[in-house]
Nanobody
Framework: QVQLVESGGGLVQAGDSLKLSCAASGLTFSSYTMGWFRQAPGKEREFVARIRGSGGTTYYSDSVKGRFTISRDNAKNTVYLQMNSLKPEDTAVYYC????????????WGQGTQVTVSS
């Protein structure tokens, strides 16, 4: 079965950097657009970034554009989220998700990893 496993979360200070990883198994990784989402306490889950299967096209939410970078290594079935200049408002549980290229619904989700940014 498909599994997405996030790692790399933690507690950091404002201005620090953190790199999240999401290891995928049970799917043809390069055929999937991969996304990162986050959910802060008391708030709805929100889109952060996505990357197409080839890795050539990326898209970011306005709140993270210029600070976060999504990338992938199809040989390792892994997608990454490099987060720089972190702010307290970036505090959330971060989830990776997968959808077949050309569709709009993310079919598979990881369990999430906590990122906490202190001021």
């Amino acid at each position: 079965q498909v599994q997405l496993v996030e790692s790399g979360g933690g507690l950091v200070q404002a201005g620090d950097s953190l790199k999240l990883s999401c290891a995928a198994s049970g799917l043809t990784f390069s055929s999937y657009t991969m996304g990162w989402f986050r959910q802060a306490p008391g708030k709805e889950r929100e889109f952060v970034a996505r990357i197409r299967g080839s890795g050539g096209t990326t898209y970011y939410s306005d709140s993270v554009k210029g600070r976060f970078t999504i990338s992938r290594d199809n040989a390792k079935n892994t997608v990454y989220l490099q987060m720089n200049s972190l702010k307290p408002e970036d505090t959330a549980v971060y989830y990776c998700a997968a959808r077949i290229y050309g569709t709009y619904v993310y079919n598979y989700w990881g369990q999430g990893t906590q990122v906490t940014v202190s001021s």
